[in-house]
Every structure is written in C-alpha cells, then in structure tokens.
C-alpha cells in the first residue's frame, strides 16, 4: 500500500485536494470533529485538564477556542488527549484499507506528531496566500489569533514543502489540480 500525505498550510485546500486523488482517505480534522461530538472519554479528559473551558457534552468548538485564545499552552493540552484517538483511528483506517493500492493522510500533523514513514509519498499543496486568506474568512468560526495558534505548533511552510517529493498548485479549480494528481499518480504507480 502507498501511503500519501498531504502537507500545506491552514486553507491551503489539503482537504479538497486529498479527496480529488479518488483513493481512500483518512482526514484527521473530521475525526478531531467527531470525537468533541460523540467521545465521552475526550470529553471527561478534557473537562478535567481545562475546567475552566469545557462545560458540556458534545464538546462545543467555541468553549475550545476560547481555551486556546486564552492561553496557547492550552492547545498543547488538548492535542495531547485528542492525538491519541485519532492516531488509534488511523490505524483502524490503515487496516481496514491495507489492501488499497494507495491511501490518502489528511493530517495537519502529519509530520510535528511523526505519524509518516520513510516511505510515505509526501504531497505539498501551494495556495496563493490572498486565495487562503479569502478561504479562510469563509468558514464557520474563523478567528485569526486561532489560526496563528495553531501555525505556531506546526513546522515552517518552507521546510514541508522542501520536504516535499511533489507539489500542487492550488488555484482552487478542479481542473488544476486533477491534472497534478494524473501526474503524479503516473509516477508513483
């Protein structure tokens, strides 16, 4: 099985482009997601690391924003509990889909936390930072601090893509990006 990770900064469409490779993918944000709603274990976990911050079950994304704004070690805190599940979650992916010719890793962290192997193909997804930007704005809850909280615990942009064994520009189209990924599937099959 080939394992693909997709590397890029916060907006950068990681998502939209691991989902276009047509190959089972793991996406770590959507598990993160349905942890805080159905975990009663991440919930006790957290409640009892940050009091202050999580009241109530399913775990509310505004108490863990107000959590991280007001002190970033909080962030340190919650990707702790929240890491272990969702690396768990992985390797139930992993297996389930270890007879696929290729997987697709959608995990912000897929580096910082060491989860790739030697192996892995590492794609690196380049977005204009006036595209990322306007794309950001959009989602529910944008917060700017936020995001540098979260940039701040990741490895430099430069460094990933350096790293990197293809890079995609994404202009958001469709068609952009369909073409890179023919190119480098013909090159890792």
Same mark, same amino acid.
């Given at each position: 099985m080939i394992r693909i990770g997709i590397l890029g900064d916060i907006g950068s469409g990681k998502s939209f482009v691991a989902k276009s490779f047509g190959y089972p993918v793991f996406n770590a944000d959507?598990? %993160? &997601?349905?942890?805080y709603k159905k975990d009663k274990k991440v919930?006790?976990?957290l409640k009892k690391l940050l009091p202050k911050y999580i009241f109530s079950f399913p775990i509310k994304k505004s108490e863990i924003i107000k959590a991280v704004l007001e002190n970033r070690n909080n962030l340190k805190k919650i990707v702790k509990v929240v890491h272990v599940k969702v690396r768990k979650k992985m390797n139930l992916f992993l297996k389930k889909?270890?007879?696929n010719k290729i %997987? &697709?890793?959608?995990i912000p962290l897929l580096l910082e936390n060491k989860?790739?192997?030697?192996?892995?193909i590492l794609v690196f997804v380049q977005s204009k930072k006036s595209d990322i930007e306007k794309k950001l704005?959009?989602?529910d809850g944008f917060n700017k601090k936020m995001i540098q909280n979260f940039k701040n615990i990741q490895l430099p942009l430069d460094y990933k893509k350096k790293i990197s064994h293809f890079t995609i520009k994404n202009n958001?189209?469709?068609?952009s990006v369909k073409k890179d990924i023919k190119t480098i599937l013909k090159k890792v099959l």
């Open positions: 959507e598990e %993160v &997601i349905r942890l919930f006790k976990a889909n270890q007879k %997987v &697709i890793l959608d989860i790739n192997k030697k192996k892995d704005k959009k989602r958001f189209t469709n068609k």
